[in-house]
Every structure is written in C-alpha cells, then in structure tokens.
C-alpha cells in the first residue's frame, strides 16, 4: 500500500474508506512499511459490513478504495465488493466513486474493462522511469526488469483503452533530482495525474526535504507546460494539504478492524502509532461518524499520546517535511488550497523564505500552527470534536 485512499479533498474524511483486500503483494517495494502477509484476506462479510457503514453516513457521495497489498490477486472479491457497494449506493440514493490502486502487475483486458464499466478510477503505482522503477519496487520472487515492464505495459493498455488513469509514486531522498524526470516519464505513458509524495517512516534532512520541494515544483511546472500545449495532465501530492503521515482517511484492515488513514504505510517502522490508531472493529460499531476527526485533531492526539523516542522523531520529520514542501510550493503559487487551483507562476528556488523549526518542541507547535491555518484557509471542516480518548471510542471499549 502507497497510497490514503480517495482523496479528492485530503482534509475531508466525511465519506471515504479505503479497503484493504489483502495484505498479499507481489512486490517487496524498498520503502513498504507494511507487514504484509500472504495468508491476510478480507473475508466477504467484514466487506459487507465495512460498505453498509460507510453508507450510514449522512454524505450524499461516498467514495470506496479497493487497496491491499494487492487488490487484483483478490479481483473475485474486489468484484463482490464493488457489485455490492453499487447497490448499496443505489438503495441510499448516494453518488459512489470507486478507485482501485493496484502495482497493475495482474491488469488485463478483461479486468480493465469491467473497472472501466463500473467508472472505477485506476491508480497505478509507478515511480517513473523503468530504472528508478526497478531499483525501488522490485518483485518478491523473478526479474525486476520484468515486473517493471509488465507495469508499463499495463499503462500503455489503459491508455490504449482510452481511460484516464493516475500513477502514484514514492520518492526516496536519493531520487528528488530525478522527479521531473520520473514524472516526464509517467505522464508520457499516458497517466493523467502523477501523485509524488515523500517515503514515509523515514528521517529526512532538510536539504533533502528542500530537494523534494523543488522536484515537485519542477514536475508541477512541467505538468503546466503540457498542459499549455493540450496535454491533460497534472501533478499531485499529499504536500499540497495534510501530509500522509497525518492522513485522516480511514482504513479497514483484512480482519475488520478500523485504522486511521497512515497505519498500514508505516506500522513496521512505527508500531507504536500504528497501535495508537486502530479503533476496534467494524463489526462493533453502528456508524463511523464518531471517528471522524480534522488534521489538527489527529496530530494533536498523536503528539499527546505517543512518548518520545525514534517514532515521535519520525512523526515530526515526515510531517515537517509535507507542511514545509507545502509552504515552498505555496510560496511560489505551485500548491493549491483544497477546492481550489494553484494559481501561481512564479519561478524561482521552491524553498520557503523562512523555513520552519526542523524537531522538537518548537517543531511540534509549528506543525500545529500549520495545520490550523490550512484548516482555517480551507474552510469548515468535518468531523470536529474533542477526541481525548475519554468519548465514544472508550465508552465502547473500542480502545
Ligand atoms: S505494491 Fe504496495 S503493498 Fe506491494 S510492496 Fe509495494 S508498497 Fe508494499
């Protein structure tokens, strides 16, 4: 898993759930925090049960991720899964977004064409060129070449199906001199939108988090060139808003249990925080509403729960480095506000004129402070509450 689920607004977590089908993967990608798991698969009624509460919800749309691991070594109960939510969604009179975000690996004629039919958005993990490609995500077994062109070949198949697909990549600290590159490469295998977001569980330095910043700025602008020339493509991040680290997007494990957006990305690297947020199991609850929670609320119960030592350090730097790549791109018009379009043009280095407290004390209130000013910029946010720990969560032994 390398990627939080729908995300069409990255503050809003009102209507979103990403499934995870399996924790099987064919990849041993070099920045999977995951524990995957060859044996973990969703069974059919803890799907079920995940889809009826996310149409619980008071939303008029909802939106649905089929994730893993690797979502299509499971296409029968991805199938199931999907068939069933477009009822569901039909009998509450709600709109329903599917996405898929898959390694593409097991992507065919027949299992795009019936995503395609279904309106399903494909999300392909791709990070760029065939060479970054193979250095970072090599299979568990077999060639890494191979694995690499199969990918691209699944890229070339949805574009030749005509669809509109978006590839989602994880950027080392070693490859920010690559991204415009990497993204120039994805773009002209057809994907519409090029997703780049830091590795997580990982210490960034601060030249390096200022490389990652100019190399999304770079890959923004190159998206803006080809889009002057008709192209229709676009550059994405989790930067642009919350980082992912923070991500408020919730998950449904295999055995049902809730966890909140970042877990399964980081749990090998910050088991700690990945206990901190899991939240019993949906066979227990009657609606996901009491759950929901905005960015700022989220870190704060993050910070106030979890001890010092090298997982807090990780919090704090990987989410220095999303909220700070932000403000650089911010300050050159490059990162766009939530529901709305980046509208600069400045050029120009894409580092802040001021950079923020890199650790610490100083740099947890700077996150905060950060966090509350996209909140307020961006407008009402869903789901506000005091999450302490003393509510819902713990009346329902949940915790
Ligand atoms: S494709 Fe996703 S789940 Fe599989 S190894 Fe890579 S990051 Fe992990």
Redesign the pocket.
Known sequence: ??RQGPAEDPLDNTCNLTLILTRA?????A??R?N?DPGAVMEEPVLRRAVDLLMAGPSPQVALDFS???PLLRFDLLRRGLLYAEEAAKAKAKRLRLDLST?SLLLDERKAGFLIEHGARIHV?SDGSLATHRRN?PPVSGPSSAAASRCRQSMRLLARLGVQFDATM?VFPKDVRSMVGNAGALMDAGASVVQMDCALGMLWSREEASGFAEGLAAAALEARRRRAKGARVAVESSCFGNPDINSVLMAIETDGTILMGCTPTIERECPGLAKLLRFGSVRARKSLEGLRRTPSELARFILDRMGPGRERALYVNNMVVGLSTRKALAHRGLAPLPGRAATGTASGPARPSRPGPWAGKNAERWILAELACLEAQAGDMPGRGAWDGSGEEEKAGLR
């Open positions: 898993m390398d993967c064919q990849l041993a990608c920045y999977c995951m995957r893993g691991g690797e390694n993990s995500r994880v």
